[in-house]
């Protein structure tokens, strides 16, 4: 995710981090290239391309914009519905060590232990899903919350956050065989866990449910034939300017399109992704301190304006 002060109308034509530009640069330098010898030609041989009717690029650049802007749409719910979600599981989070802390008395018998280690598993949770999400190895962000006996079988486990959210409801029920929490106060924090699992479940129907195929072939397709027509129908009335307007229609087209593809995938890597990294790590420090902890880590601070 892209963090940085608003810049000002001189900057704007000049910011590269974070800019679809990198990614559709060869597109732009084509459609320039052939917006310049299409001029190139008519400038030498006028009688080559005739004076076109523009009215077909008109239509045929409307139903463009409509279908960008309708993917656009799409792609963007997604990236917000994302937030959402991981806004829950900050909420569900902070809410659950709240509970655990004041609800489940530290005086009496294992009362402290059950309070860290519901606390260290919401955390480890956290940690998990984001390394899900993004196809990444937990074990270095994870295992120093989890107990010896429990890393191998969760080890085996094909679905590591849904294996910790168990985890956290067979000790939540241990707390309640123990008396240390009320039928009542017990359905509270369960309450809690479910939100977490509705909220990894969100998560994966957004990862494993990507806009159709052949709507996105039909976008870049379109995309690309109108370009590709562009200079032929302007370059009469245009000339020698036709390039620059090939490239401005490339850049808005093109970058359109890349930019609905970055957000299509709202837990990846890209500039413009969510910045799950950051979040994990603030749940991580807030939960560290409901237990009373100091050595805290480090919150992830933005680098050249990207926070991950």
Not at 160 to 177: F, I, Q, Y
Request: proline fraction near 6%.
């Amino acid at each position: 995710m892209i963090v940085r002060n608003k810049p000002n109308a001189f900057q704007l034509f000049f910011i590269i981090r974070g800019s679809v530009v990198p990614l559709i640069f060869p597109q732009i330098a084509f459609m320039t290239i052939l917006g310049a010898m299409v001029a190139a030609t008519q400038y030498y041989y006028p009688a080559v391309f005739p004076n076109f009717t523009l009215a077909p690029l008109a239509l045929l650049g409307i139903a463009l914009s409509l279908f960008l802007g309708f993917r656009n749409n799409a792609c963007y719910d997604r990236w917000w519905e994302a937030r959402k979600q991981w806004g829950q599981l900050i909420v569900d989070s902070r809410s659950l060590s709240r509970q655990v802390t004041s609800y489940i008395d530290g005086d009496a018998k294992g009362g402290v232990e059950v309070q860290k280690r519901m606390i260290h598993l919401t955390i480890a949770f956290n940690h998990a899903l984001r390394h899900k999400l993004r196809q990444s190895d937990p074990w270095h962000d994870i295992e120093k919350y989890l107990e010896p006996e429990d890393i191998e079988p969760l080890r085996q486990s094909k679905n590591l956050p849904d294996a910790l959210l168990r985890l956290m409801g067979k000790k939540l029920g241990t707390c309640g065989h123990k008396k240390l929490l009320s039928d009542f106060l017990m359905q509270s924090l369960d309450d809690h866990i479910t939100s977490m699992a509705s909220v990894q479940a969100a998560c994966e129907r957004i990862q494993n449910t990507p806009l159709p195929f052949a709507y996105m072939l039909l976008v870049q397709r379109t995309a690309y034939l109108y370009c590709l027509i562009l200079p032929f129908g302007i370059v009469a009335s245009q000339g020698l300017v036709t390039p620059l307007f090939c490239a401005i229609v490339a850049y808005t087209f093109f970058g359109l399109d890349a930019l609905s593809e970055e957000l299509e995938d709202p837990f990846g890597l890209s500039a413009n992704d969510l910045a799950l990294s950051a979040m994990s790590r603030t749940i991580e420090i807030n939960l560290l301190e409901t237990l009373g902890e100091t050595d805290l880590p480090t919150p992830i601070q933005p680098v050249k304006h990207r926070l991950e």
